[in-house]
């Protein structure tokens, strides 16, 4: 009977091998590993029952036989900590020492209260097996409780968990020599069958579970081993106190235990520590990226600003000068179209390293956003000094900030004071800021070698230094910046410019803010300062004035005049242009009668229209309301599209234009030669006039070159039945050169400068 169940045994473990290892190959990974695992453990298994049926083996090889299998599994179930989950990732070998170290202290806490319930009734050699299968048991279990997963993995490590019960409770009953050896044999076949199950488990997806479940887990997990050695310890505590003393066994467990117990508290000591390292280290990564441009390492819009106000309060304080250089990549659009957005951030990039290596240790270099980037000029802040050693009774006092750690104390009030005594004069520091300027200027000037290919960018700069005694925000500063690099834009790009204009009179006075008060929806632009000046465009054959240019000029009464370049420069940039536009056109309109009588004949009116308006709706609209309104003709008025900015879109501004000329209004294309304008705009765009810019009518002074360019302009204009007015002219002989080369119209200070209609000639 013993031989055939020995048989049987052999059988079921062979088969269960073969399946394990079948099961295998369709897997890689820790999956493929347990399954070899315990395909070699079952073989191993089984030949311990052939050895069993052929010959009588000593106890010693049966031992080791029958131990293998556990010590397979045990390998395997270490591979499955691999995988479990975890809320904060840990190292795997951490956490299969720890799972070692709890499964060893829940199995002795219990067996040291199932030894004080009976004691000295089992053989050592058998107490062994049972002694295994207990600690794979709990092994199993605070997996499956300690480390969430999804149902289709826990399947595997639940049949596991039910192999080794099947092997425990057979070992257990052979241990005692209870019940019938039937039932003993039937746990030894259960456990390969459920071995074989779980290795034929699918494949689990990927757990999902949320962050708070696995901490919760995570937390049972570290509290679950310290339940069964407080109820052990409580037990023998009161056995003992009750006169029954420990046996030897008893103490052994109870050494065990606390050494255990105590490596766990060195585990958990040492992951406090990794995880307070990382803290930290994401603290300081996401201090960084909070204040920090992604891509260029840069500081960002908030650290800049942090800092400015900074620098501001010193400058308010205690008179530190502070200044804002303000660039803008002109044209960078062009580079991100022609050799892709990847090589544009790598040239943001470079001019970020660029900029960096132009200004000053204590300078800050900040990336605003797109191609904007913006330096604080402080001449007042010092890096970091070394840390000295401090008395102990000397209190320190630390402020910290996005800009870094300030030190309060004597030692910085010290140099504070020193720093108030020796700052610089207002005009040495802002040539000083400008010098810094030009340097940079000078340096992103230089095209840049990007793999092989040389790329090159132009910048516009604007720089703004706070006065001493000037009470400006961090907010007013930028802007004023802003405005002074746009009027760059506005005059050809590529140089820097300084802000000029005159100091606030009030606390809170600032440009770009007068300016959107000035032009707010519902308010009166003349009431805020804004007027209209005529400017003659005349006949050079007989200096005979055919029609006027309306510009837009404004004094605020605080900021005092305004040049056109810095207002409109600002109009564009913030949408109030179109405010402007239609201001202009309206006051044109309405002064057509007068200027009328005063030429003695009617004249058509120039009127300035921003290219940014031919993308938008409305100013079809608008031109025909203003010329109903004031009962002008549309034959005498004429739109001048001046464009400043690249016109997004030809076919949608064709027809606009196309729209406008329906009305009977003539089209003008401004400033040709410069900005965008060129020669594709006269074939896209109905265009009845064009004005070339001053650039190209300077004849006198280059006669063979610009000669050439006006001539092909006037041939190319004449062909396609355009008039042509020449605009900067200065000097009588500027003017008969362009006379003599075939140009009907031309306008300058020759003629007459732009002034109010009541001063005009």
Known sequence: MVVLGDLVQLIVGLIAAVTCLTAARGRAGIPRRWRLLAAGGLLIWAATRLAGIVTDPPPLVVDIGFLVLPACMLAGLLAVAYTRPRPVPTSPRRDQFALVIDSVLITGSVLALLWSVAPALVEPR??????????????????????????????????????????????????????????????????PVFIALAALSPARPAPDRPAAALLAHDWFHLLLPYGPVLVAGVVLMARTISGEPLTPFQAYLGWLGLALVV??????????????????????????LAFHDPLTGLANRALFSERLSLALEANQSRGAPVAVLFADLDDFKLINDTFGHAMGDRVLTAVGERMRSCVRAQDLVARLGGDEFAVVLDHGFLPPAPVRRRSRFRPRRYVLSAAGVRVHDGLERRVAARRATAELPYPVWVAEAEAIGQRMLAALREPYLIDGRSVGVGVSVGLVAAEPGDRLS?????????????????????????YTGPRDATPHADLPQLLAGALAEGGSPAAAGFEVHYQPIVRLADSATVAVEALARWTDPVAGPVHPDVFVTMAERTGLVAAIDDFVLDQACADAARLAERYGRPIDLHVNVSAGRLGQHGLRDAVAAALARHDVPASRLVVEITETLRIPDLPRAASVLSALRDLGVRVALDDFGSGYNALAQLHAMPVDIVKL?????????????????????????????????????????????????????????????????????
């Open 474 to 498: 961090a907010d007013i500063l930028l802007r004023r910046a802003d405005a002074a690099m746009y009027a760059v834009k506005r005059r050809g790009k590529g140089a820097l410019v300084t």
């Open 693 to 761: 810019d001053s650039t190209l009518t300077d004849v006198a002074a280059s006669p063979e070159r610009s000669g050439a360019l006006c001539r092909s302009v006037l041939a190319i204009c004449g062909e396609l039945g355009i008039a042509v007015v020449a605009e900067g002219l200065e000097t009588a002989q500027r003017a008969a050169g362009m006379a003599e080369l075939g140009c009907p119209l031309g306008q300058g200070y020759l003629f007459g400068p732009p002034a109010p209609l009541g001063r005009h000639p």
């Open 126 to 191: 058998l107490a062994a097996y049972p002694v295994a299968d207990l600690v794979l048991l709990t092994m199993v279990v605070l997996l499956l409780t300690a480390r969430p997963d999804s149902p289709a993995g826990r399947r595997p490590l639940v049949l596991i968990g039910a192999a080794i019960v099947a092997f425990g409770a057979a070992d257990t009953l052979r241990l005692f020599g209870a019940g019938p050896e039937w039932l003993a044999a039937a746990g030894h076949l259960l456990g």
């Open 263 to 288: 490596t766990r508290q060195m585990l958990t000591i040492m992951d406090n520590t990794v995880l307070l390292d990382r803290i930290a280290d994401t603290q300081q990564r996401l201090q960084h």
